[in-house]
């Protein structure tokens, strides 16, 4: 427990630069910043997201978060990032690399959510960008996955944009804000071509 209390993921994963923003491992001196940003994005987060625990936004909560983080680290199972600002540090959004599968599928998931003040600066694009060479080159993985509701248009413009194909619908895919949603199925292999 002790090792939890006083991890710094930074010392275990060094961060990764994009264009404007850098990402790093997420700490618990981040609680304040993250819980005021969620909490002002909770309205526009909410519908594409799994459920909030009620506690989800409380200091215990953050700690078991980071917990969670700290051993998908350690056994390669995922890779968690906040999204900061290069210009001034602020806390815009987070990304994280999930259900990182080795053996003959080498692959993982993309998952992101965007704090509502910073939406459409692009810097998720760069966050994803910067992402990238971290999962193919630093990971080794062949194949990065993301899955997305029909109707979020946002989502579907940055994975297309950043070379994610298209490749399937799958029924009824994830328990999204409490109901069992269809989803896309986005893929995008090491050697994709980025399209602007
Ligand atoms: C999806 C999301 C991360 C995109 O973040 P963002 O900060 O707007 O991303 P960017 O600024 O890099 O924009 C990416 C592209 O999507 C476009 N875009 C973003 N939101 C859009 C919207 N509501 N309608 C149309 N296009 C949109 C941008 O214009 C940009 O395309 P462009 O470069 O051709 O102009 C953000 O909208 C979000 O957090 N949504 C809620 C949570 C969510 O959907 N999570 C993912 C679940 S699959």
Redesign the pocket.
Known sequence: MAFFRTINFTDLMPSIEGDGVILRMPQMTDFEEWAALREASRG??VP??PTWPDDDLTRGAFRRRLKRYAEDLRTDQGYAFLIIRASDGALV?GLTLANIRRGVAQAGSL????GLP?????????A?RAVIPFAFATLRLHRLE????PT????I??LE?NGFVREGYAREYLCINGIWQDHLLYGRLKDASIKG
């Not at 910073?118 to 760069?126: C, D, N, S, V, W």
């Not at 993301?146 to 509701?149: E, L, P």
């Not at 979020?152 to 989502?155: Q, W």
């Open positions: 526009f987060l594409w997201e959004g998952g992101y959510w965007m910073y939406i459409r600066h692009g810097y998720m694009t760069a994803v993301a899955a997305c509701i979020n248009i946002g989502s413009r940055l944009k």
